[in-house]
C-alpha cells in the first residue's frame, strides 16, 4: 500500500536544506477551540512558501503565533535557529521576521507618508530619554527614516499618494502601502496575510510583481492567500492547513490535484 500512492503524506518537510523558519508541533487554543493543532513545518531561505487552507483552518492564528502576536500552549518557532517561541513581536522582528495582517491597521488622520513612518523599523526617537541626551541622533534618524520612506514608496510606485491621506487610498492601494512600510524594516522572512483580498485584478498583478521581484532580491516569503490562481502561480511549496493541522506540502501542482486538499476545500468544517 505505502508504495501506492507516491505523494501521500508523511508528514513535514523539516529537512530543508537552509531554513529560516521552524514551526515545531504549534498547539493554539481559544476556549474549547483547537484553532492550532501540533502544525509543523519549515519554510526554506530563498523560497516563496505559500500557506492555503480552507476558512478558519488557522492560518492567521499559525502567523500570529509565530509572530509574537499570541502566545502558544505548546510548541516552538525558531527563526535563523534563534528560539523565538513566546517572544513579544518586536524580538521577533529583531531576528528579521516581519508580517503583514490581513486586516490592514486602521490608518486615520495619518497621510501615506506618515502611515510609513509608523513601522517596526528601528527608531531612536522613540527613546524618550534620547531625545534629551542625544537629540542630534534622533533628527539624523528621523531625516535617514523620512528619506527611507520615500525611496521604498518610489520602489513600489505609490511616492504619488505620500501626502494623501492613508482612509482615501483604495484596499489594493492599502496593500501596496503594507507591504511598502514592511520592507522598511529589511525584513528576511516577509510574511504576508492575505496581501491581494479584496485587490482588483490590475493592482494583483502590480502585487505579484512586487513580491516577485522582492523574492529575486533575496527576501523569503511566506503567504497565505486565499486566491488560488494568485498563490499557485507565485509560490513553491504549497502547505496546506486544514483544522489547525499541516495536511499536505508539495508543489502547486500536487497539491492542486491531492484528493484530501480538495475534499478539506469541499468539506468544510464539521468533516
Ligand atoms: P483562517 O485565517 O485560516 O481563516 P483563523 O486563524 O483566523 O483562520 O481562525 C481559526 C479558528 O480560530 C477560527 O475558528 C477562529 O474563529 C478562531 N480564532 C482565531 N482567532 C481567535 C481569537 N482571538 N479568539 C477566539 N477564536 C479565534
Ligand atoms: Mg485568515
Redesign the pocket.
Known amino acids: 500500500m505505502s508504495d501506492a500512492a507516491p505523494d501521500l503524506y508523511d508528514g513535514p518537510n523539516l529537512d530543508k536544506e537552509d531554513i529560516v523558519l521552524r514551526v515545531d508541533e504549534l498547539r493554539?487554543t481559544?476556549?474549547g477551540?483547537v484553532?492550532?493543532d501540533d502544525a509543523s513545518f519549515a519554510v526554506e531561505r530563498g523560497s516563496v512558501t505559500g500557506l492555503i487552507?480552507?476558512?478558519?483552518?488557522?492560518?492567521?492564528?499559525?502567523?500570529?503565533l509565530i509572530s509574537g502576536f499570541?502566545e502558544p500552549d505548546a510548541g516552538h518557532v525558531s527563526v535563523n535557529g534563534v528560539d523565538v517561541t513566546g517572544a513579544p513581536p518586536h524580538e521577533v522582528a529583531d531576528e528579521g521576521l516581519i508580517r503583514t495582517f490581513?486586516t490592514p491597521r486602521k490608518l486615520e488622520g495619518m497621510t501615506v507618508r506618515e502611515a510609513m513612518l509608523v513601522g517596526p523599523q528601528r527608531q531612536p526617537g522613540e527613546s524618550f530619554v534620547k531625545l534629551f541626551t542625544s537629540p542630534g541622533e534622533v533628527e539624523a534618524a528621523e531625516t535617514r527614516n523620512i528619506e527611507d520612506a520615500q525611496r521604498m514608496l518610489e520602489q513600489f510606485e505609490i511616492d504619488h499618494l505620500a501626502t494623501q491621506p492613508a482612509t482615501d487610498l483604495s484596499g489594493g492601494q492599502l496593500k501596496l502601502v503594507e507591504l511598502a512600510r514592511a520592507m522598511l524594516a529589511e525584513p528576511e522572512l516577509l510574511m504576508l496575510?492575505?496581501p491581494v483580498a479584496g485587490v482588483n485584478p490590475t493592482l494583483a498583478n502590480k502585487l505579484r510583481d512586487h513580491i516577485a521581484r522582492l523574492n529575486e532580491d533575496g527576501v523569503t516569503l511566506c503567504i497565505?492567500e486565499h486566491d488560488m490562481e494568485f498563490i499557485m502561480n507565485l509560490a513553491d511549496p504549497i502547505i496546506v492547513?486544514d483544522q489547525?493541522s499541516v495536511l499536505v506540502e508539495g508543489t502547486p501542482e500536487a497539491v492542486r490535484s491531492d484528493d484530501r486538499v480538495i475534499d478539506a476545500y469541499l468539506g468544510g468544517?464539521g468533516e
Open positions: 493554539k481559544f476556549g477551540l484553532a492550532t487552507g480552507p476558512n478558519g483552518a488557522g492560518k492567521s492564528t499559525l502567523f500570529n499570541y490581513q496575510d492575505e497565505i492547513l489547525g468544517p
